[in-house]
C-alpha cells in the first residue's frame, strides 16, 4: 500500500504544501495554523495544529469544489435552458410561417376553385341563356298566318326550351287552361285546319280540312279508332254552339282534373308503340285514345275534334265494322 500524504510528509511541509496549492487554485486563507500564525513561522506549528489547519483548508477546498461544481451545473442548464427556449421559438416561427403560407395557399386555392365556379356557373348561364333562344323555324307569317295570330303568337314570342319542357310536363296553361300557343309545337302543319277551329269557330269547316290533312299524311285509320276509342262517336254534350270554355267544362265532367295533368311526353310514351298497330289496322288500344282526347282538351280542340269525328269516322260502315266495338255512350 502506498503510504498516505499525512504520515509521508513533515507537519511543517505537509501544512506549506496545502496552503500554496489552496491559495493558488482556490484563493482559501491558510496562511496560519491557529489564529494568525503566519506561513514563515509555520515551522513552529505543532503536529495537532497542522492537522487542524489541513482540516481547515480539505474543508475550504471541497467546498469551493462544490460551489465550482454548482456553477457549472447552473451555467449549463441555463445554457441548455436557453437553447430549448430559442429552438421553440424557432419551431413556433417555422411553424407561424407554415400556417400563414399554407392558409395562403387555401386562400389561394379557393380563390382558384371560385373563379373556376364562377366560371362554370357564368358558362352554364350563357349556355342556359343561349339555349333557352333556341326557337323554331323563323314562322312565315304570310303562308302560315294563324300560327302568327295573337293567340298563338308563335312568331312574336317563340317558343323556347324552357316552354317545351314545361309542355312536355303540362300542357295546360299555369292556371289550368287550354293552351293554345302549344300548336305552336307542330308548326307548319294543320295550318288549313286549326284556324277553322280556334279562330273562326267553324267546327265543320275544321272537320274538312282536318280529314284531308290526315288523308294526305295517311292518319286516317289511326284516327278513326281515336274517333271510337275515344267516345267522341258518343258524345252529345258538344253542339256546334260550344265554346272553347263550355268545352273545358265538358272535358273536367268526362274526364275530371286528369286533362290538365297530360303533356307531350304521355302522348310519346305509350303511343309509340301503338303506331306500327294503328297502320296496320289494328283497333288502338282505348286508353291511348282516351290520352289523345284529353290532349286535346289542354290543345283547345275537343269541341272541334268531336265534329271532325261524327262527320267522318262515326257514321262510316267501314270504320263502324272494324273500331265500332270500342265505342261507349258517354254520359
Known amino acids: 500500500m502506498a503510504p498516505s500524504f499525512r504520515t509521508f510528509w513533515p507537519h511543517s511541509m505537509r501544512l506549506l504544501l496545502l496552503a500554496a496549492l489552496a491559495a493558488t487554485a482556490f484563493g482559501v486563507d491558510a496562511d496560519h495554523c491557529t489564529g494568525g500564525v503566519m506561513m514563515e ?9 497542522v492537522e487542524t489547519a489541513e482540516e481547515h483548508i480539505f474543508a475550504s477546498m471541497s467546498m469551493e469544489l462544490l460551489q465550482r461544481d454548482l456553477r457549472h451545473t447552473k451555467v449549463g ?27 395562403e395557399n387555401r386562400i389561394a386555392v379557393d380563390e382558384g376553385s371560385k373563379t373556376r365556379d364562377t366560371e362554370k356557373i357564368e358558362e352554364e348561364e350563357v349556355g342556359e341563356a343561349a339555349e333557352d333562344k333556341v ?27 324552357a316552354d317545351k319542357d314545361a309542355w312536355g310536363k303540362k300542357i295546360v296553361t299555369a292556371d289550368g287552361h287550354a293552351n293554345l300557343r302549344s300548336w305552336c ?7 288549313t285546319a286549326l284556324p277553322k277551329c280556334i279562330l273562326e269557330d267553324s267546327k265543320l269547316e275544321y272537320a274538312k280540312a282536318m280529314y284531308e ?15 271510337f276509342g275515344s267516345g267522341l262517336c258518343n258524345n252529345t254534350k258538344v253542339t256546334l254552339n260550344t265554346t272553347l270554355q263550355e268545352a273545358e267544362g265538358i272535358c273536367s265532367a268526362r274526364y275530371g282534373d286528369r286533362w290538365k295533368g297530360i303533356g307531350w311526353a ?18 288502338m288500344p282505348r ?25 267522318n ?14 265505342s261507349w255512350a258517354v254520359a
Open 41 to 49: 513561522d509555520a515551522f513552529a506549528c505543532t503536529e495537532s495544529e
Open 77 to 103: 442548464v441555463l445554457a441548455a435552458e436557453q437553447l430549448a427556449l430559442e429552438q421553440r421559438e424557432n419551431s413556433s416561427s417555422i411553424a407561424e410561417d407554415e400556417l400563414i403560407v399554407g392558409k
Open 135 to 161: 326557337q323554331e323555324p323563323t314562322v312565315n307569317c304570310s303562308e302560315y298566318p294563324v300560327f302568327c295570330d295573337s293567340k298563338l303568337n308563335c312568331s312574336g314570342n317563340p317558343i323556347t326550351v
Open 185 to 191: 309545337m307542330v308548326y307548319p302543319s294543320y295550318a
Open 213 to 227: 290533312f290526315q288523308t294526305i299524311a295517311q292518319s286516317t285509320e289511326a284516327d278513326g279508332a281515336y274517333c
Open 266 to 283: 304521355d302522348l310519346e310514351g305509350p303511343v309509340a308503340p301503338a303506331v306500327p298497330e294503328m297502320y296496320n289496322h289494328s283497333p
Open 287 to 311: 286508353q291511348i285514345a282516351e290520352l289523345f282526347a284529353m290532349a286535346a282538351c289542354a290543345m283547345g280542340n275537343y269541341q272541334c275534334d268531336v265534329f271532325y269525328c261524327k262527320v
Open 313 to 326: 269516322y262515326c257514321q262510316n260502315d267501314d270504320y263502324l265494322q272494324r273500331f265500332g266495338n270500342l
